[in-house]
């Protein structure tokens, strides 16, 4: 069982930046990939940002590349959104979730094992 809580959403202006953050609880968080997805008023939940148990195998959602990173540090359960050049187009509640396994391509973050409860992101014009 893995609980995942996040953190760091807000308001912003646009051009702005926030990181969010994606607490695990669990002794086994490094055998997760984990995902940012996020969700629109009127729009379907999608991938934002993945990344595979050790840090690699990364995917971004093309209209974030250049603009957000992802990273995780296993030692302290973490993993971070790091969101830059905010567009009023990012705004959502962004959620973090958790699949157990290295991950190999896009399609496995299609299913995830464990959800947070999300953090909402405004970025005003």
């Known amino acids: 069982q893995v609980q995942v809580v996040e953190s760091g959403g807000g308001l912003v202006q646009v051009g702005g930046s926030l990181r969010l953050s994606c607490a695990a609880s669990g002794r086994t968080f490094s055998r997760y990939s984990m995902g940012w997805f996020r969700q629109a008023p009127g729009k379907e939940r999608e991938l934002v940002a993945g990344?595979?148990?050790?840090?690699?195998?990364?995917y971004y959602e093309d209209s974030v590349k250049g603009r957000f990173t992802i990273s995780r540090d296993n030692a302290k359960n973490t993993v971070y959104l790091q969101m830059n050049s905010l567009k009023p187009e990012d705004t959502a509640v962004y959620y973090c979730a958790a699949r157990f396994g290295p991950s190999g391509n896009r399609r496995f973050f299609d299913v995830m094992d464990y959800w947070g409860k999300g953090t909402q992101v405004n970025v005003s014009s």
């Open positions: 990344i595979g148990w050790s840090g690699g195998s990364i």
